[in-house]
């Protein structure tokens, strides 16, 4: 299975692409899609859409794995990041890919074994699952990442019910 992961953000969208089989993960690609402040706020949300189609044709994933939205403090921030999970959901629904919505909760539960592990945990366990030497400089990234084993590992235990 091949599964694009996606941490939604309105100036960076972590994304990667990960394939999983017979139990074993395999990093593909993953990088981020970012967006410059001072652009009006449809062309910023145009350019997500267009970056995330551009992926879907170039790797044809089977599923796309999506952090549901934590609300912070900042309102505005909050609403700026639900549209861009909205171009996300968007791009999966126009391209006929599935996609699964995973909150930062379930996330981290399914990465770590323990549903408030803090990012470093979090981090320590991407790199080990993967087996990469390294992770990402954007914690959007290396947080796709992680959405993308959540949603092998919910696979793979709705398989067995």
Do not use: W
Request: hydrophobic share 40%.
């Amino acid at each position: 299975m091949r599964i694009l992961g996606i941490d939604p953000g309105f100036a960076i969208t972590g994304y990667s692409i990960i394939d999983y089989q017979g139990n074993k993960f395999k990093l593909i690609d993953s990088g981020a899609v970012t967006t410059k402040a001072g652009v009006s706020f449809p062309l910023r949300l145009t350019k997500i859409y267009d970056d995330l189609s551009m992926l879907i044709d170039k790797y044809k994933p089977d599923a796309i794995s999506v952090e549901e939205l934590f609300f912070n403090n900042n309102a505005k921030t909050a609403i700026n990041v639900a549209q861009a999970r909205g171009v996300v959901l968007i791009v999966g629904c126009k391209n006929n890919v599935p996609t699964f919505e995973y909150t930062p909760l379930q996330i981290k539960q399914a990465v770590t074994g323990y549903g408030r592990a803090d990012k470093m945990q979090v981090q320590r366990m991407v790199k080990t699952i993967l087996n990469v030497e390294s992770l990402p400089k954007l914690d959007d990234t290396t947080d796709s990442m992680a959405a993308a084993i959540c949603h092998a590992h919910s696979c793979k235990f709705s398989e067995k019910l």
